[in-house]
Each structure stands twice: as structure tokens, then as C-alpha cells.
């Protein structure tokens, strides 16, 4: 069985930071062989994807809202993968998940593997 449990998410100001993260586990989870991603959803909003990293850490994308603000990195001898989040607005409020993907790049969460439970991240002006 594979878990994904992010953590980090808090209350926050605007113009402020956060370090998320999300320890992977399962005894037939091979960390470094999955490309890890963020999504984020708003209430009442679709998820929507954040930012992914390759298998080796090598490469990463980002959707256009978060360039420049957000950061993302894995550890493969931690099975972690995080997000730093810099100069956070209020529409960053949102629950992220992480998600972990063996093939491809995909935008939509539908096209993931296996999910985390999410953590709550709430900017405040």
C-alpha cells in the first residue's frame, strides 16, 4: 500500500512563506522512479496542478501563477518531495495535494497515480 502524507500547511500572511512536504511510503513504492507533483484546489474551484519534478530531480514545471514563487525539490533518499512557497497572495489559498506519477508530465490530477489526503494552506491579507 502506498501512502503520501504532506504536511506544512498553515495559516499564513501574505507575503509570506511555506515549506510543504510529502513523505512517500509503501513497501512496493519505489520513490525515485515516480515524477512527484503539487496540486492545489480552492473551494468550490477545480484541483489544479501546481508543479512537478522528475525522477531525478533534474527537471522541473510550473503552472504560470506560481513561476518565480514557488519552488519545487524532492529528496531521494528521504522519499520527500516539497514546495517551497515565497511570497505567498491570498488566491494561493487552497488544500495541496502531492501526487506521484510513473510516466509522462499530465496537467490533469485524474492522470496521477496515487494521492496524499492534503493539507491546508491559508493566506490572509
Known amino acids: 500500500q502506498v501512502q503520501l502524507v504532506e504536511s506544512g500547511g498553515r495559516s499564513v500572511q501574505a507575503g509570506g512563506s511555506l515549506r510543504l512536504s510529502c513523505a512517500a511510503s509503501?513497501?512496493?513504492?519505489?520513490?525515485?522512479?515516480?515524477?512527484m507533483a503539487w496540486f492545489r484546489q480552492a473551494p468550490g474551484k477545480e484541483r489544479e496542478f501546481v508543479a512537478i519534478v522528475m525522477k531525478s530531480g533534474g527537471s522541473t514545471f510550473y503552472e504560470d501563477a506560481v513561476k518565480g514563487r514557488f519552488t519545487i525539490s524532492r529528496d531521494n533518499a528521504k522519499n520527500t518531495v516539497y514546495l517551497q512557497m515565497n511570497s505567498l497572495k491570498t488566491e494561493d489559498t487552497a488544500v495541496y495535494y502531492c501526487?506521484?506519477?510513473?510516466?509522462?508530465?499530465?496537467?490533469?490530477?485524474?492522470?496521477?497515480?496515487?494521492w496524499g489526503q492534503g493539507t491546508q494552506v491559508t493566506v490572509s491579507s
Open positions: 509503501g513497501r512496493t513504492f519505489t520513490f525515485s522512479i515516480y515524477s
Open positions: 501526487a506521484a506519477v510513473r510516466f509522462g508530465i499530465p496537467r490533469r490530477w485524474n492522470e496521477y497515480d496515487y
